[in-house]
């Protein structure tokens, strides 16, 4: 309780902007996902009853030509197309009008078009939430750039999977687990997933090609600022971007240093060979650094104003590469497919175990991510924007009745056995997936008020 008042206080001055962020977003989510069944049903002939953007009572709306009533909702979770001669807003069986229609409004019903009508009107919401994240990553990749990191080792720390596995200072990393690495932050996302499984590592060493078989990422839990942890594999190595505060040093090759005039003279004297800097953490214990900076690097350390020691002499170590168009279409297909793959990567973890099912957030850790981006940044808002659609669209096509993913198990079924399932079924199984998407619901959303109440 006394994490969640904490988290609530210091907030507070960010409420809204918290509250806002994660209400545009999700709306905007909600419009685009809901487009897509509408402007694809649209095109097959449906007629639209309703377009909504959240659920209960109507704070506004209002009725186009086609006779759709466009409405926004009170309650921001979520949206709905109705089409014509739905029974309900989730299309789950037919209304009992819609039993007996005329054949000019079985025309326009969505029960009387044909299956793959049917599935392709299902199919575009999830569909185009994918199509939204590309599109957003290559409106970032032509217009700022996409960031690249050189895929090399600027430092090792000291204990960890990467030092004991014998990695050092300027090795540059091929691929993990033979997929192609081209940037250190493809390392990032390889290694995140990988909780204390074997891993296959092949870098360069001063020209030679190595390969380490058993490399053992460190599972480690990372905790922010609000109090939501999970699980990420951690190899132990810092990157080209990074740089290291002189401030933090407390000794170098094992002599103690008592401030960073100290700390600089003693790594300036070590230039030029590898060295080691121990620098305290968060729990007071000593962690130690290895890295092996060149004396051109750090001509100026001995400034006065300089309080941070560069790793990497790359002048490139700081890149935005803006592509083409077509150079940008491909980089935003490969961002959305890595994004797709770590997250049935990590559910598959949950699945088995290997990761912590509370590590399953809700409309509390959603709503905190959003605010942070949002306040980060436009940039970092629309990188948020476009992960969070991809999970929505992934969300969506679990075979779970009710959810779109559903809907397309039900018509496969239907095309492979002639005829659809009988309603008495639907209607059990719709009820089924119903309670199991609310418990879904409530366990990450207890998930989230457990982990703050800590």
Known sequence: ???????????????????????????????????GHYIVAKMCGVK??????????????????????WRVAAIPLGGYVQMFGDADPSSSTKSEDAKELTDDEKSVAFYHKPLWQRAAIVFAGPGINFLFAILLYLGLFVSVGQPVTPPVVSAVVMDSAAQKAGFEPYDKILSINNTKITRFEDIQREIMVALDTKTSITFE???????FDSVYPER???EDRFGFKQSRGVLGIIGPRNELSLQEVSAV????????????????NAIGAPMTLSMPTKTDEKAAVYINPSKELNSA????????????????????????????VTESFKETGSVVMNTFEALGQMVTGVRSAEELGGIIRIGAIAGDAAQSGLIALIAFTALLSINLGLINLFPIPV??????????????KGSPISEKTQNYAFRF??????????????????????
């Open 1 to 35: 309780m006394d994490n969640i008042m904490m988290m609530l206080t210091g907030a507070w001055d960010n409420f809204f902007i918290f509250v806002l962020a994660f209400v545009l977003v999700l709306s905007l989510l909600v419009f685009v996902h809901e487009w």
């Open 48 to 69: 639209i009853t309703a377009f909504s953007i959240g659920f209960g009572p109507e704070l506004f709306g209002f009725n186009d030509k086609s006779g759709t009533r």
């Open 205 to 211: 060493r001063d020209g030679e090609v190595i390969t």
């Open 220 to 222: 480690k839990e990372i």
């Open 253 to 268: 090759n094992g002599q103690s240093v008592a401030n960073i005039q100290e700390a600089k003279r003693a790594i300036s």
């Open 301 to 328: 350390l001995m400034e006065d104003d300089t309080s941070t020691l560069t790793l990497f002499d790359l002048e490139e170590r700081n890149m935005f590469i803006k592509h083409g168009f077509l150079s940008a």
């Open 403 to 416: 959810l779109d993913g559903g809907h397309l198990l039900f018509y496969a079924i239907e095309g492979l």
């Open 433 to 454: 997936g119903l309670f199991l998407l609310i418990g879904l619901m409530l366990f990450a959303n207890l998930n989230d008020l457990i982990q703050l109440g800590r």
